[in-house]
């Protein structure tokens, strides 16, 4: 792989999906249909995926795509794949909350190495560089040019005194079990990948998900927090979270800054 024309790609499709996305959610309407699964899809999502597939399809056709939106691609398996959540966080946008991400990753060997997390509404981008380092795009998100960039790293958490990022959406009484053998300083709520891109900046110590989740909805945040010195683990055991499991399903998983003292489940 090609890792500079990577960025590159992955950066400018970010953001030319979310001003689809928000030419969308700044309309007076927008339908928001079903899927097979009774989750919600909107024509955001489906303009998004167009794009961003067409996009990474010509840039690098050899390399397999997996994409929400497409469910032929789920059955589709390589050691090396593109995968795509062209708008997660589907019901932070029809409430028009905000939180809503696009999510690019590139993943080699099962670990998810290069990613993209762009919250269109929020104006906050984050994606790994070429090196594999993560870093913040400041602004003002010019297609052509990249912006100033701030490397981002995790927090040096105190155990007596963690910050913690949980669902918005997804919060229930099996994830404050969890927090609660902690001891936490402050806990603050926030949808879609932004969770793993507030533990790569240090705004969070910790983020857990006792919750479905499939991989493109944690593979690009996934690879920021890893180009941030964090590390994903899954919640059982606390072996490494990884990618290209059966129909891209993830189990429950915990994301932190390395240096907290994870709790058993």
Known sequence: MDF?????VMRRLALEAGEVIMEIYNSDDFEVKSKSDDSPVTAADEAADALISKGLREAFPEVLLVTEEQADSHAQKADEFLIVDPLDGTKEFIHRRGDFTVN?????DGNPIRGVVYAPARDRMFFTRADGQS?????PFDKGALGEVKEINVSTPDNDALMVVASKSHRDQATDDY??????KDSRSAGSSLKFCLVATGEADIYPRVGRTMEWDTAAGHAVLNGAGGAVVRFDDHSPLTYGKPIYENPFFIAYAKGVDLKPA
């Open 104 to 108: 690019i990753a590139y993943v080699k």
């Open 135 to 139: 870093v913040e795009e400041m602004g």
């Open 179 to 184: 927090i609660n053998k902690y001891q936490v």
């Open 4 to 8: 500079d024309r990577l960025e590159k």
